[in-house]
């Protein structure tokens, strides 16, 4: 069945060409979809500081109707991304404010996050939440795109400083980053003179992760053209692999064994069981 909008309650669900974009770059934007007034009080709530909540919970137990976290997850354009990469009812892992004091002198290694997970066909999402206008100087989440699905553990990748094609996040304030569990980031050393806050809530899907967006454009040639993207701090060979990867979790998320990209898995899936004579 072709997911639409009007299924659920019309939130407005990513597009299959923005789902590819976020298979290939392992990571969604969303610039200024929070409200400045929400913004000046999301501020306050995270220099308060949010309680631990216990892992696997539900969206309701932990963030009541009202709350500050709640409205903020209500948000449609939030609320429809959501939903498109985890679908309906996740659970909560866990969620941090996370700042970076002025002149701190120290930045955070680069990182995947607890990446103990031997998953082909299914990935959390972390929700990053900027309540401020970040600029360069104030030390925004590193992140290298395309890195999702190349499999590390956690700080493996810590030694490494600096990879042609990072991107450095400069945002205005009420920005939301999804990233890919695996995305490889972290964040900078603040040179400001102001404390810079961002607040993660990481979510585990409950559902099966299959055609959760609307897939009414599934057919866009744009979606292959997403999905063949590479990167410049790909290897000329092992980078190849990071194609092969992407046909793998596309066909997990569509239910379309046959799709691929210039026969990237076709190549190399023939197991004739035919004995030759």
């Known amino acids: 069945m072709t997911n639409t909008p009007e299924h659920t309650s019309n939130i ?30 999301g ?18 137990a932990v963030y009541p109707a009202g709350s500050f976290v ?16 985890v679908g309906p009812g996740p659970a909560v892992d866990h969620h941090y404010v996370h700042l970076r004091e002025p002149h701190e002198g120290r930045a955070q290694p680069l990182h995947a996050d607890a ?12 929700l990053m939440y900027y309540p401020q206008d970040v600029t360069l100087d104030m030390g925004g989440t590193l992140s290298v795109p395309g890195s999702h699905l190349r499999r590390t553990n956690e700080s493996d990748t810590g030694r490494y400083q600096n990879l042609r094609g ?29 404390v810079r806050y961002m607040f993660k809530i990481r979510f585990n899907p409950t559902v099966r992760q299959r055609r959760l967006w609307d897939t009414s454009d599934l ?7 997403e999905l063949s993207t590479t990167f410049p701090w790909y290897e000329p060979a092992t ?15 569509t239910g379309d064994d046959s799709f691929d990209l210039d026969h990237w898995v076709t190549r190399v899936s023939n197991q004739p069981r035919r004995e030759a004579v």
């Open 166 to 194: 990072q991107s450095r996040l400069v945002c205005p304030a009420g920005t939301v980053v999804f990233l890919h569990h695996g995305l490889w980031h972290g964040g900078r050393r603040n040179d400001s003179d102001v």
């Open 12 to 41: 407005p669900l990513l597009s299959s060409v923005r789902m590819a974009h976020f298979v290939a770059h392992g990571s969604l934007r969303l610039d200024a979809v929070v409200p400045p007034e929400m913004n000046a009080e």
């Open 70 to 85: 709640r409205r903020l997850l209500e948000l449609p354009a939030v609320a429809g991304a959501l939903r498109s990469l």
């Open 239 to 253: 980078g190849r692999l990071e194609i092969y990867h992407r046909v793998l979790l596309w066909r997990a998320l």
């Open 115 to 126: 990446i103990i997970d031997v998953r082909t066909d299914a990935f959390d999402v972390q």
């Open 43 to 60: 501020m306050k709530v995270l220099r308060e500081g949010v309680p631990e909540v216990p892992y696997g919970s539900s969206v309701p």
């Open 219 to 225: 057919g866009d040639p744009r979606v292959a053209e």
